[in-house]
């Protein structure tokens, strides 16, 4: 391991008890996530987040609430000497103004497409990541 790579996600529920999922094709590989991304050099978690928000989402976040973070090591999918550190955030926003559309999945594109996937229905296999699908226990359990 030669680097750490910060990533920060923002996981934002609506009224419906939905979640939003984040549906990407990067570097030719497709994969499933929660909003958000990396940290930047000289940038903090929750700016990063701020800033991934508004990249992604085109939305400004009212509040974040630390969530969880990863305590255990993890290889990064796409660089190997990498180890990933993730910090996820309970986000209120005006989700009102997230923009989904029906898509099929998985796409080829190099683009990204969201969607909102309801709490209930939610499983380990919506998602592509290690820590993400932790997060996907840990939302059942403490978001009924």
């Known amino acids: 391991m030669k680097y750490f790579n910060l990533r920060v996600y923002g996981l934002i529920i609506n009224e419906k008890r939905e979640i939003l999922l984040s549906d990407e094709c990067r570097f030719g590989h497709f994969f499933t996530k929660f909003p958000g991304g990396g940290v930047e050099k000289g940038e903090g978690v929750i700016d990063a ?25 993890q290889e990064s ?18 989700n009102s103004k997230i923009m989904v559309e029906n898509y099929e999945i998985p796409f080829q594109e190099e683009t990204e497409k969201q969607r909102w996937i309801s709490i209930k229905n939610l499983s380990t296999k919506d998602l592509t ?16």
């Open 77 to 94: 999918a796409f660089r190997k000497e990498d180890q990933i550190v993730s910090f996820y955030y309970l986000v209120k926003c005006d």
């Open 129 to 144: 990541f290690p820590i993400d699908k932790v997060v996907v226990d840990r939302i059942k359990t403490f978001i009924h």
């Open 49 to 73: 987040l701020h800033r991934e928000f508004r990249e992604e989402l085109n939305l400004e976040i009212e509040q974040a609430t630390p969530f969880y973070y990863n305590d255990f090591y």
